[in-house]
């Protein structure tokens, strides 16, 4: 893995100031420039089994030893005798570099419109162009037709993507003082960005992308490489080779390797989109403010990322339907695709507590009631969780994952509280002399944090709808309401979940239990601290502090095991990542 990075930024503002407006007028552009080497197995890979009968076994003198039909292990004997069941190589053949540009605009005016209201009105416009490749060594592919797309041969350099110059960003805000110390807020505002950031997007495919599979257990021999099959052999280098040909429909197509797994970003990829919302309710009493908003984001044209779109809908029979793009072109197996038809949506209730410094005592709360809903699978959880199953026909994918998928989101918690206090007595202020290093400097903190669980989906251990390129990670059929055991228990001695809640769907069938069905365990952690300060000469101080983390040892445990027909499944067997147990900390500060 090589990355090279540069980013140009060229802007400028203009702020005018007149009467009751301040109006902001700028605009600029970044230019980015980034190269990126990248191969999956680089050195290849040599396997060695002996369990199945496509795999040839040691022969001595002759005869063949070993079975061909059982794990005895003729495997390890194929591996002394440098005699590989198969053999693979994915390499990168380019340092590819990527060329983007990215201008925008704004003009905003804050207008005090009367003593008590002011507005915030503006608005924003941005363009984010179509990756290109400096030397066009991308490719993309058209789902309908089953075309590979290769800039300078049968595409645009952006193969096929078209820029878009619609995206327009209204925002507005305004303030208002009603008297009494309350203060009324809202605002909504749109803000567009680039969806196909991630490293998979960037249309490294075939035939830039060369790579090398052959051997006994592979259909295809390596002797179609050059004078390659065994260890001492070596790896053979996968070439590039761009042929094109014309379908039988006319189309220029392009001659790759079979079998070969493509990325796809739709012909009419869209920059996402993010609306966002609030109206907040301020009031001071004495020295305590209180506040309640609601809060809101809405998302569209998220990027969506199925990590395999060539499927079809279960066939409800053995037989299982064929690959929709594979018919299309027999040359293409796993396609993982780029859509910009994600949806997201936030909603919360947030009330918060603030107390000012009084009489030695900070205190600062909040609490927030929330849903957060989506079909988009978080970043680096892609596939799991019975994601993308239902896929089917190019015409239907988008709505089919919409349907299926459509649920709380993996990061909805819907109650969280938090409280900090920090107390520094003050009734010794007055004491003087000795005992005043003893009595004075003091401060005491604590910070508590409590919420409810995170999501889990539960999916089958095996496959069973029998779609082609679906092994696993389906979800079974919920057969009952409740989820919950009816006395939820943590560790391998009692259940979480009501285990007789799911059952495996039919054969050759998709189940009915949702994304994201219910929530894990929550979490409660409560940290102290005790700060004493002592005054030295010429301005300088020490400062020790004892700070207590997770104090009542309180575990947060991660959900329970949700694969269906596990040994452990139902069951709390390990804590969350990033789950501490109590620790405590002792440290002396000079401070001068």
Same mark, same amino acid.
């Given at each position: 893995?090589?990355?090279?990075?540069?980013?140009?930024?060229?802007?400028?503002?203009?702020?005018?100031?007149?009467?009751?407006?301040?109006?902001?007028?700028?605009?600029?552009?970044?230019?980015?420039?980034?190269?990126?080497?990248?191969?999956?197995?680089?050195?290849?890979?040599?396997?060695?089994?002996?369990?199945?009968?496509?795999?040839?076994?040691?022969?001595?003198?002759?005869?063949?030893?070993?079975?061909?039909?059982?794990?005895?292990?003729?495997?390890?004997?194929?591996?002394?005798?440098?005699?590989?069941?198969?053999?693979?190589?994915?390499?990168?053949?380019?340092?590819?570099?990527?060329?983007?540009?990215?201008?925008?605009?704004?003009?905003?005016?804050?207008?005090?419109?009367?003593?008590?209201?002011?507005?915030?009105?503006?608005?924003?416009?941005?363009?984010?162009?179509?990756?290109?490749?400096?030397?066009?060594?991308?490719?993309?592919?058209?789902?309908?037709?089953?075309?590979?797309?290769?800039?300078?041969?049968?595409?645009?350099?952006?193969?096929?993507?078209?820029?878009?110059?619609?995206?327009?960003?209204?925002?507005?805000?305004?303030?208002?003082?009603?008297?009494?110390?309350?203060?009324?807020?809202?605002?909504?505002?749109?803000?567009?960005?680039?969806?196909?950031?991630?490293?998979?997007?960037?249309?490294?495919?075939?035939?830039?992308?060369?790579?090398?599979?052959?051997?006994?257990?592979?259909?295809?021999?390596?002797?179609?490489?050059?004078?390659?099959?065994?260890?001492?052999?070596?790896?053979?280098?996968?070439?590039?080779?761009?042929?094109?040909?014309?379908?039988?429909?006319?189309?220029?197509?392009?001659?790759?390797?079979?079998?070969?797994?493509?990325?796809?970003?739709?012909?009419?990829?869209?920059?996402?989109?993010?609306?966002?919302?609030?109206?907040?309710?301020?009031?001071?009493?004495?020295?305590?403010?209180?506040? #309640? /908003?609601? @809060? &809101?984001?809405? =998302?569209?044209?998220?990027?969506?990322? %199925? +990590?395999?779109?060539?499927? *079809?809908?279960?066939?409800?029979?053995?037989?299982?339907?064929?690959?929709?793009?594979?018919?299309?072109?027999?040359?293409?197996?796993?396609?993982?695709?780029?859509?910009?038809?994600?949806?997201?949506?936030?909603?919360?209730?947030?009330?918060?507590?603030?107390?000012?410094?009084?009489?030695?005592?900070?205190?600062?709360?909040?609490?927030?009631?929330?849903?957060?809903?989506?079909?988009?699978?978080? #970043? /680096?959880? @892609? &596939?799991?969780? =019975?994601?993308?199953?239902?896929?089917? %026909? +190019?015409?239907?994918?988008? *709505?089919?994952?919409?349907?299926?998928?459509?649920?709380?989101?993996?990061?909805?918690?819907?109650?969280?509280?938090?409280?900090?206090?920090?107390?520094?007595?003050?009734?010794?202020?007055?004491?003087?002399?000795?005992?005043?290093?003893?009595?004075?400097?003091?401060?005491?903190?604590?910070?508590?944090?409590?919420?409810?669980?995170?999501?889990?989906?539960?999916?089958?251990?095996?496959?069973?709808?029998?779609?082609?390129?679906?092994?696993? =990670?389906?979800?079974?059929?919920?057969?009952?309401?409740?989820?919950?055991?009816?006395?939820?228990?943590?560790?391998?001695?009692?259940?979480?979940?009501?285990?007789?809640?799911?059952?495996?769907?039919?054969?050759?069938?998709?189940?009915?239990?949702?994304?994201?069905?219910?929530?894990?365990?929550?979490?409660?952690?409560?940290?102290?601290?005790?700060?004493?300060?002592?005054?030295?000469?010429?301005?300088?101080?020490?400062?020790?502090?004892?700070?207590?983390?997770?104090?009542?040892?309180?575990?947060?445990?991660?959900?329970?095991?949700?694969?269906?027909?596990?040994?452990?499944?139902?069951?709390?067997?390990?804590?969350?990542?990033?789950?501490?147990?109590?620790?405590?900390?002792?440290?002396?500060?000079?401070?001068?």
């Amino acid at each position: 893995l090589s990355e090279l990075d540069n980013s140009y930024l060229y802007k400028g503002s203009l702020t005018w100031t007149h009467g009751r407006h301040n109006v902001k007028v700028g605009g600029g552009f970044i230019r980015r420039q980034f190269t990126d080497m990248q191969s999956t197995g680089p050195r290849g890979t040599f396997t060695f089994v002996g369990a199945t009968a496509s795999v040839a076994v040691p022969v001595v003198n002759g005869t063949a030893v070993g079975s061909t039909t059982l794990n005895d292990g003729a495997g390890l004997a194929n591996l002394l005798l440098g005699s590989p069941s198969a053999l693979s190589r994915s390499l990168g053949a380019f340092a590819s570099s990527y060329r983007t540009w990215e201008p925008g605009g704004y003009v905003q005016d804050d207008w005090h419109a009367i003593r008590r209201l002011t507005l915030n009105l503006g608005v924003r416009y941005d363009v984010f162009t179509p990756k290109v490749e400096v030397h066009d060594r991308i490719g993309n592919l058209n789902i309908f037709t089953g075309q590979v797309l290769v800039p300078g041969m049968n595409t645009s350099r952006t193969t096929g993507l078209n820029t878009v110059y619609s995206d327009v960003a209204p925002r507005v805000g305004f303030a208002i003082t009603l008297g009494h110390e309350m203060v009324v807020r809202g605002g909504y505002g749109i803000s567009y960005f680039p969806g196909d950031i991630n490293s998979g997007a960037l249309l490294k495919n075939p035939p830039y992308t060369p790579s090398v599979g052959c051997g006994p257990s592979t259909g295809t021999a390596c002797s179609a490489y050059g004078s390659f099959g065994t260890l001492d052999q070596g790896m053979p280098v996968p070439a590039v080779s761009v042929v094109a040909t014309t379908t039988p429909a006319g189309l220029s197509s392009v001659t790759i390797l079979p079998g070969t797994s493509i990325t796809e970003i739709e012909q009419n990829f869209a920059p996402s989109y993010i609306q966002q919302y609030n109206l907040i309710v301020e009031k001071g009493i004495g020295k305590n403010t209180v506040s #309640a /908003g609601y @809060i &809101g984001t809405v =998302g569209r044209q998220i990027a969506m990322n %199925p +990590q395999d779109i060539n499927r *079809a809908l279960p066939s409800g029979t053995a037989t299982a339907n064929p690959r929709p793009i594979t018919q299309l072109n027999p040359n293409i197996g796993t396609v993982t695709a780029w859509l910009s038809e994600g949806r997201s949506a936030y909603n919360a209730l947030q009330l918060t507590f603030q107390r000012r410094v009084s009489n030695g005592i900070n205190v600062n709360s909040g609490y927030t009631f929330a849903k957060e809903t989506d079909d988009v699978n978080a #970043a /680096g959880n @892609i &596939g799991s969780g =019975g994601y993308n199953t239902l896929i089917g %026909p +190019q015409a239907g994918i988008v *709505a089919n994952i919409q349907k299926y998928d459509h649920s709380a989101g993996d990061f909805d918690v819907k109650h969280r509280f938090y409280a900090a206090l920090n107390y520094a007595p003050t009734f010794f202020d007055s004491v003087t002399g000795y005992r005043a290093v003893v009595a004075k400097g003091w401060q005491a903190n604590a910070v508590l944090t409590w919420q409810t669980g995170v999501p889990y989906t539960v999916t089958n251990a095996t496959g069973r709808t029998g779609i082609i390129g679906l092994a696993s =990670g389906e979800r079974p059929d919920r057969v009952k309401a409740s989820l919950k055991a009816s006395t939820p228990a943590v560790g391998t001695s009692g259940y979480w979940l009501d285990t007789t809640a799911w059952s495996s769907q039919a054969l050759y069938t998709l189940g009915n239990s949702a994304r994201n069905v219910g929530y894990g365990p929550g979490a409660t952690i409560v940290n102290l601290s005790l700060f004493k300060t002592f005054v030295m000469p010429k301005k300088t101080n020490i400062e020790f502090r004892s700070e207590f983390f997770n104090i009542f040892n309180h575990p947060t445990f991660s959900n329970p095991v949700t694969t269906l027909g596990s040994g452990n499944f139902g069951q709390i067997t390990s804590v969350a990542a990033g789950s501490q147990p109590r620790q405590i900390q002792f440290a002396l500060k000079y401070i001068f």
